[in-house]
């Protein structure tokens, strides 16, 4: 069982930059593929971003390719989104999941079994 928490969201100008965390409250998040999804109002679920459990391996949405960048430290049992050049456009509120090992597929929010809450990221123009 693991528990996830997401950090560090917020009211940014366009073109500026945000990091998300995820941390594990519970169990540990290091044997375990984690990814970043977010959900603007009226839209459906969008795949943002995801790691490999060993760090070795990203994948990218289209829409953040070139200016966000996932990355993990198993140390401390916490996965990151740098999220630079941030656009009104990524205004959603971001939710990290986790599935041990590895997901069916990276980019699919029903592969994942574990959620995060949600944190709030809002991109002013």
Same mark, same amino acid.
């Given at each position: 069982?693991?528990?996830?928490?997401e950090?560090?969201?917020?009211?940014?100008?366009a073109?500026?930059s945000?990091r998300?965390?995820?941390?594990?409250?519970?169990?540990?998040l290091?044997?375990h593929?984690?990814?970043?999804f /977010?959900?603007?109002?009226?839209?459906?679920?969008?795949?943002?971003?995801a790691?490999?459990?060993s $760090?070795g391996? %990203?994948?990218y949405g289209?829409?953040?390719?070139?200016?966000?960048t996932?990355?993990?430290?198993?140390?401390?049992?916490?996965?990151?989104?740098?999220?630079?050049?941030?656009e009104?456009e990524?205004?959603a509120?971001y939710?990290?999941?986790? /599935?041990?090992?590895?997901?069916?597929?990276?980019?699919?929010?029903?592969s994942?079994?574990?959620? $995060?809450?949600? %944190?709030q990221?809002?991109?002013s123009s």
């Open positions: 069982q693991v528990q996830l928490v950090s560090g969201g917020g009211l940014v100008q073109g500026g945000l998300l965390s995820c941390a594990a409250s519970e169990g540990t290091s044997s593929a984690t990814g970043w /977010r959900q603007a109002p009226g839209k459906e679920r969008e795949f943002v971003a790691i490999s459990w $760090g391996t %990203t994948y289209d829409s953040v390719k070139g200016r966000f996932i990355s993990r430290d198993n140390n401390k049992n916490t996965v990151y989104l740098q999220m630079n050049s941030l009104p990524d205004t509120v939710y990290c999941a986790a /599935r041990h090992l590895r997901p069916a597929y990276y980019n699919k929010a029903e994942y079994t574990y959620w $995060g809450q949600g %944190t990221v809002t991109v």
